[in-house]
């Protein structure tokens, strides 16, 4: 999601780079919907573009889509995108159909906070967390994070300018700012890796 004053709600965005450049993504006239500005997008995956070959995202308060399928369009194997609201979680169905990516990109409509509370069906190399500016969201989300991570994994966090939200373990890999929003990539401190669950017996996509 994330502020962006340019797009109104009920508006769309366009996905920047890769298979699916120039395609309208719908926005929802939702309460907290805010989709990532495309300044920001544009950094944002200028920096991912080594990690996105072949990577599963995992995009949490998924909103317009506009993060989880630019990375599948700029290389992703799969991305899993979680939305709340039952109006954005439908639109994004259909743009996932229309784009004919049912085989990479699952929806979920669920709370984020309880879906990463669930069990573990799969680790993920890329998370986006962009929750509603409105709602303290980043402590819950974060301390359940963990397990969903794979080794290597990238964290993309979008939060109020001025704000911090990421817990120790973890050091900025490349951020930047604009008046409204502070937007980083984390990643972990060597040799403070979080404990990690298991392997899943399947890679395959998840299901809620």
């Known amino acids: 999601m994330s502020q962006r004053r340019d797009v109104a709600p009920g508006g769309h965005v366009r996905i920047i780079g890769g298979r699916w450049r120039g395609t309208r993504l719908p926005v929802a006239d939702a309460p907290g919907l805010r989709p990532t500005a495309d300044r920001v997008r544009e950094t944002l995956f200028n920096w991912l573009q080594p990690r996105l070959a072949g990577a599963r995202v995992l995009d949490l308060f998924a909103g317009s889509g506009a993060l989880g399928l630019e990375a599948l369009s700029r290389g992703g194997r799969e991305a899993v995108l979680v939305e709340s609201d039952p109006q954005v979680a439908t639109a994004l169905r259909q743009v996932v159909e229309r784009l004919g990516a049912q085989g990479q990109a699952e929806v979920v409509r669920a709370d984020a906070v309880a879906w990463l509370r669930a069990p573990l069906h799969g ?45 120790a373990g973890w050091i900025v890999h490349r951020e930047g700012s604009t008046r409204e929003v502070r937007y980083a990539l984390y990643r972990r401190v060597p040799g403070a890796a979080a404990t990690l669950a298991p392997d899943p017996e399947t890679d395959g996509p998840t299901t809620a």
Do not use: I, Q, T
């Open 123 to 167: 680790r993920f190399d890329v998370v986006f967390v962009d929750p509603p500016f409105d709602k303290e969201l980043w402590p819950a989300v974060l301390a359940s994070l963990s397990p969903w991570l794979a080794p290597e994994a990238l964290v993309y966090l979008e939060a109020p300018a001025g704000a911090a939200p990421m817990p």
